[in-house]
Every structure is written in structure tokens, then in C-alpha cells.
């Protein structure tokens, strides 16, 4: 029996700057998603918009290239005043 494929992703958690409406926090969290899309990325455990999230491919591994896409996806946010993007772990090992 062979162990089964890893699946890689990581966790991501923004920071907002302070008195940041609810319109621009949906507005955001729609950009987050487009962003993840775009990369074939999907976030999961979530059931609601918010943050922390964990991130993981939809049809390969997650790589640190879309960590990267997704530093420069909060740069381009000015209602992000801090982003922590996690080390590529594998989310299969708990299961």
C-alpha cells in the first residue's frame, strides 16, 4: 500500500488597518478570492469572509510562487497594513 500524494498549502492572515468599513472588507476579501482563482487556488475552512485561511491548489500542489502572487496582492491593498503568509506545509498529514 502506498501513502497517499501531500497535499501542499499554507495559511494566510491579514491585518487591516484600523475603522475599515464592511463594504471595503467584502470588496477585499471578493479581491482575495479573484486572486486565488486566477492561480487555481481555493481557500478552505472558512464560513465566512475573514481571515486567517488556509490556502491550497485545487488541482496540484500550492508552491511558494503563489505565496509570492499573494505578498504582492496585499501590496497592491492599502487597507492592509500587514500580511502573514505561512510556510507551505502539508494539510494531508492530519488526516
Same mark, same amino acid.
Given at each position: 500500500?502506498?501513502?497517499?500524494c501531500?497535499?501542499?498549502?499554507?495559511? %494566510?492572515?491579514?491585518?487591516?488597518?484600523?475603522?475599515?468599513? !464592511?463594504?471595503a =472588507?467584502?470588496?477585499?476579501?471578493?479581491?482575495?478570492? *479573484?486572486?486565488?482563482?486566477?492561480?487555481?487556488?481555493v481557500c478552505?475552512?472558512?464560513?465566512r469572509a475573514?481571515?486567517?485561511?488556509? %490556502?491550497?491548489s485545487?488541482?496540484?500542489q500550492?508552491?511558494? !510562487?503563489d505565496? =509570492?502572487?499573494l505578498?504582492?496582492?496585499?501590496?497592491? *491593498?492599502?487597507?492592509?497594513?500587514?500580511?502573514?503568509?505561512g510556510?507551505?506545509?502539508?494539510?494531508?498529514?492530519?488526516?
Amino acid at each position: 500500500m502506498s501513502a497517499s500524494c501531500p497535499t501542499y498549502g499554507f495559511v %494566510v492572515d491579514v491585518q487591516l488597518a484600523p475603522h475599515v468599513n !464592511a463594504v471595503a =472588507q467584502v470588496a477585499l476579501w471578493n479581491s482575495f478570492c *479573484h486572486a486565488l482563482d486566477a492561480r487555481g487556488l481555493v481557500c478552505t475552512g472558512v464560513k465566512r469572509a475573514g481571515w486567517p485561511t488556509t %490556502v491550497r491548489s485545487e488541482a496540484s500542489q500550492a508552491t511558494d !510562487a503563489d505565496r =509570492q502572487a499573494l505578498h504582492q496582492w496585499a501590496a497592491a *491593498h492599502d487597507i492592509i497594513v500587514g500580511i502573514e503568509i505561512g510556510q507551505l506545509v502539508d494539510l494531508s498529514a492530519g488526516d
